[in-house]
């Protein structure tokens, strides 16, 4: 905290967020396409608590680069823990241990697929954005409302984008030439 400032953001700053993680998006040797995430620099588990969501994604498409229908995988990073009567318990837990990897893959051999485009989303303040939804399906005054409506969404304003690259898959012929990441 240098001059008795609290300047560390975290998980809501973008810069910070890609530089805890190395992200690749390659063509495999059985001809699929992976997009992985390694925890290379966090020092902790990638993210950290219940409050953020990252999510990989792979999405084929076309040679317009329109995304194909049932041709996107995707994979939440997260702890998801759920409250009741005991108090909050775990329901489950996808976080990056540090030093480790997640691969995220799917087949393009017998796909009409000509690129893959790969992202790597943040939700930082996921949980509360639900957390603030619940709250609105509730009976509140007009200044809750207001108030309660803002925080959800500010909390929904929060995704940032931290990693997004198209590489050609398919046929050799998918013409994208130097404008294949654009």
């Known amino acids: 905290m240098p001059d008795r400032r609290h300047l560390w953001r975290g998980v809501h700053d973008s ?8 992200i690749e998006l390659t063509k495999d040797v059985s001809d699929g396409v992976a997009l992985r995430v390694t925890n290379s620099g966090t020092g902790h588990r990638f993210p950290t608590y219940v409050t953020p969501e990252i999510w990989l994604r792979i999405e ?8 194909m229908d049932g041709a996107t995988v995707e994979l939440p990073l997260r702890r998801v823990v759920g409250s009741g009567s005991g108090g ?13 990897s997640v691969t995220l893959t799917v087949a393009v051999d017998q796909s009409d697929a000509r690129f893959a485009r790969g992202t790597v989303t943040v939700y930082p303040d996921v949980f509360y954005e639900g957390q603030f939804w619940g709250m609105l399906l509730q009976e509140l005054s007009d200044t809750s409302r207001a108030l309660i409506s803002e925080a959800h ?19 050799a012929d998918s013409g994208c030439g130097a404008n294949c990441n654009q």
Not at 60 to 67: G, I, T, V
Not at 88 to 100: G, H, K, M, N, Q
Not at 156 to 169: C, L
């Open 153 to 171: 969404r500010r909390a929904g304003a929060s995704v940032m984008v931290i990693y997004d690259e198209t590489v050609p898959v398919g046929r």
């Open 15 to 22: 810069t910070m967020v890609r530089n805890g993680v190395t």
């Open 60 to 67: 084929l498409l076309d040679s317009e680069r329109r995304a």
């Open 88 to 100: 909050w318990t775990e329901v489950s837990d996808t976080r990056l241990p540090p030093d480790s």
